[in-house]
C-alpha cells in the first residue's frame, strides 16, 4: 500500500502551525487572485469568486465572497461561502442561485447533505451539482482486466467538454457493473492527476503523473475504495504539464 507521500505530510504540518494566518482575505493581498465578478441588478452588491493565500500545491483560501460594493477594502472572509458551492448566480437584489459540489463528500463516502443558506443579506439557492449535465453520455477511456482475472481497472469521463469534465477510476469484478462515480478515485475540475493507469503484475494499481501531480492524487482517492494497493510512477519527460489523462 502507497504511503503518505511527504509533501501531503508537510501541508499538514504547515497548516497546523500557520492556520491563524489564513483567517483573512484582502483584494489587496499580493497573492489574491479574482476570477470574477457579479454585479446585483441594482449594482449595491457584488458575488467575487477569489482566491487567496497561495502555497506550494494550490490556494489556501478559494470560494465566493457576497459583499457590498462599499465593502470591497474589507475583509472577505466573512462573506464567503464554502468552497463546495460553486457557480453561484443572481437572480435578484437578495437572492442567488448556487451549486453544490458533491464530489469532495463522494470521495469521504459520506452521505451528502446540503441546504439553503443565507449570507450578508442574500438569500442563497443550493442545488446538487455533480458536474454531469442531463445529456452527457459515459466515455470509457481505458478498460484493464488485472493478471489474476479477477477485477477490471476502467477509466471513465462524462461528456466530451474537458475543461469541466475529469476522470473517474473504478475497480470492479470481472463483468461487474460499472458505479456512476469512481469507486477508487475522482479527479477535479484542475487536473486529472493521474494521466495514465494499469495493472502492475502484482495486481496492484500503477498510477502515471508527473513531479507536481503525485502529491496530489492522494486527495482524490475515494475512502471507501477497494482494498487494492497502489503506486504511483512520476514522469516529467511523459506528463510534465499535462492536465488531463493522456494515455499510454
Not at 475540475?189 to 503484475?201: C, F, T, V
Not at 503525485?214 to 482517492?221: A, C, E, I, P, W
Not at 497502489?230 to 519527460?237: E, M, R
Request: with cysteine; hydrophobic share 35%.
Amino acid at each position: 500500500m502507497y504511503k503518505y507521500p511527504f509533501a501531503v505530510i508537510f501541508v499538514w504540518l504547515v497548516a497546523a502551525s500557520c492556520g491563524s494566518k489564513h483567517n483573512a482575505a484582502y483584494i489587496k493581498d499580493e497573492d489574491f487572485k479574482e476570477f470574477s465578478r457579479l454585479y446585483s441588478p441594482n449594482r449595491n452588491k457584488i458575488l467575487l469568486y477569489y482566491a487567496s493565500h497561495k502555497g506550494p500545491f494550490g490556494y489556501h483560501i478559494r470560494g465566493t465572497a457576497v459583499i457590498n460594493v462599499k465593502d470591497t477594502a474589507g475583509n472577505l472572509l466573512p462573506y464567503t461561502l464554502p468552497k463546495t458551492l460553486t457557480d453561484v448566480k443572481w437572480v435578484n437584489d437578495s437572492h442567488a442561485t448556487a451549486q453544490f459540489n458533491i464530489m469532495p463528500s463522494v470521495r469521504r463516502g459520506n452521505t451528502v447533505n446540503f441546504n439553503d443558506t443565507t449570507i450578508n443579506g442574500v438569500q442563497i439557492k443550493v442545488t446538487l451539482n455533480d458536474f454531469i449535465e442531463l445529456n452527457d453520455c459515459m466515455n470509457v477511456l481505458y478498460r484493464e482486466t488485472s493478471p489474476d482475472r479477477k477485477h477490471q481497472l476502467v477509466v471513465y469521463r462524462y461528456g466530451n467538454d474537458i475543461k469541466r469534465s475529469f476522470i473517474h477510476l473504478s475497480v470492479i469484478p470481472v463483468n461487474g457493473n460499472l458505479p456512476k462515480y469512481g469507486n477508487y478515485f475522482i479527479a477535479n475540475l484542475q487536473s486529472d492527476y493521474i494521466y495514465y493507469a494499469r495493472w502492475s503484475r502484482k495486481n496492484e494499481l500503477m498510477f502515471f503523473s508527473d513531479d507536481v501531480g503525485k502529491d496530489l492524487v492522494f486527495y482524490g482517492l475515494v475512502k471507501t475504495r477497494p482494498n487494492i494497493g497502489y503506486q504511483i510512477v512520476s514522469d516529467d519527460d511523459r506528463y510534465k504539464g499535462k492536465v488531463r489523462w493522456v494515455g499510454r
